[in-house]
């Protein structure tokens, strides 16, 4: 590389160091369940979104290696080719069939899913109204598009409506939102966006890769919980949260499956999933739709935020398994994660560009595999951090 793009890639990396902002892989000796080997230190793990502790589930990775022992290592090709193993369209029907939609397609990410859906259904002359705070994915997506871009304030449906109204006359337009925001553990006005949809022939799109597995019936996510599946256009779930396992689907009609099957490239040129993950899946599924697991990690949450409100201290709007501690400035945010794991846990400082300018924080999720006794001695921690740098 010549020293052109060294200084370039240099100046940038040193930025960075002075801002607080560098980022370094961490190298995990062992995860065990709750608890994390992080530099050959154990430390109890409130950084996974393994929200329902299935990672390590036997029953789950032994599904998985009976599916793999039957039909090999890899898919070996992209669907359309020699990829779509008759597994595929068992836990394709069996997942729209626990999400109530008429059909369900599998990609290989919650990445890929989402660029691929927003990058095939519009393209110039066409809108996307996305709120602010939506994963990085859904904004790839929309930039893929090529469709303009309408960004509306985080949760804000009187905004939204304006802009819905400013457009009125755009024929091609899709409403996208998370329906639990990953870095502020909020909720999307979900009901409301859905009824700006239907009034102005938007086509709504929901993202439910951190809802998925913890709210509504069977852990069907919250769309279902809110009586609102016949009204969402596209569902998205991701399987690498709570399921414990890889990968994603798109949940929609039978026309809308088709369309994608037939149109949108992260699907058609992607080799297919290995056999092993579809098996681990299905277990999956099954584990979710019967024990109920969500309500638990939900009710641990709640006490959690419940204990730092009463100490002043930020945690954003969080109503789910998610409690953001916001902390402000990026050196605050990476000295309350080492204050964190000195005292034997581990959850990371989530810096810009994830999160805002001046709205850096520590990130902390919920696990059904969490006991009390151990959130109780975490937010005793946070709280002792907040005394020491006089926060509170």
Same mark, same amino acid.
């Given at each position: ?49 393994? *929200?329902? $502790? +299935? ?8 599904a &998985?290696?009976?599916?793999? !022992?039957?039909? =090999?290592?890899g ?15 068992d ?26 859906i927003?990058?095939?259904l ?56 998370d329906s ?19 009034? *102005?022939? $938007? +086509? ?8 998925? &597995?913890?709210?509504?019936? !069977?852990?069907? =996510? ?5 009586n ?25 009609s ?33 584990i ?103 926060m509170?």
């Amino acid at each position: 590389m010549n020293n052109k793009w060294n200084e370039i890639l240099n100046k940038d990396l040193c930025d960075k160091k002075v801002n607080d902002s560098y980022r370094e892989l961490r190298i995990i000796n062992e995860i065990n369940g709750k608890f994390i080997t992080l530099d050959n230190k154990t430390l109890i793990n409130f950084a996974s979104n393994d *929200y329902l $502790g +299935l990672s390590n589930d036997r029953r789950i990775i032994d599904a &998985g290696k009976e599916y793999a !022992e039957e039909w =090999g290592a890899g898919s070996g090709a992209s669907r359309l080719v020699t990829g779509t193993l008759k597994p595929f369209i068992d836990i394709e029907e069996k997942i729209a069939g626990w999400i109530g939609k008429q059909k369900a397609l599998f990609f290989n990410s919650g990445y890929h899913a989402n660029i691929g859906i927003l990058s095939v259904l519009v393209a110039r002359n066409s809108v996307i109204f996305t709120d602010k705070l939506n994963h990085a994915s859904i904004y790839d997506g929309c930039l893929l598009s090529r469709a303009e871009i309408v960004r509306y304030p985080h949760r804000d449906v009187k905004a939204l409506k304006k802009l819905l109204y400013k457009h009125k006359d755009i024929d091609k337009k899709i409403i996208i939102t998370d329906s639990v925001f990953s870095m502020e553990g909020d909720i999307s006005p979900l009901r409301e966006i859905i009824d700006l949809a239907k009034e *102005y022939d $938007g +086509l709504a799109v929901v993202d439910e890769a951190h809802s998925i &597995g913890i709210f509504g019936k !069977e852990g069907t =996510g919250l769309a279902n919980e809110l009586n609102l599946m016949d009204e969402v256009d596209i569902i998205m779930g991701t399987l690498g949260k709570a399921f414990g396992v890889f990968g994603a689907f798109i949940a929609g009609s039978d026309l809308m499956i088709s369309y994608l099957v037939n149109n949108c490239r992260p699907f058609i040129f992607t080799t297919a999933l290995p056999p092993f993950v579809i098996g681990a899946v299905s277990k999956a599924l099954d584990i979710i739709s019967k024990e109920n697991r969500g309500i638990n990690v939900l009710k641990k949450a709640e006490r959690f935020r419940d204990t730092l409100k009463n100490n002043n201290i930020d945690i954003g709007d969080s109503a789910t398994q998610i409690v953001p501690i916001i902390v402000g400035s990026n050196g605050n945010a990476v000295s309350l994660m080492n204050h964190l794991k000195e005292n034997g846990f581990f959850a990371p400082a989530i810096r810009p560009p994830t999160v805002p300018v001046n709205k850096s924080r520590v990130r902390i999720s919920f696990s059904y595999l969490h006991d009390e006794d151990e959130i109780e001695r975490l937010a005793a921690v946070i709280i002792d951090w907040f005394k020491k740098v006089r926060m509170i």
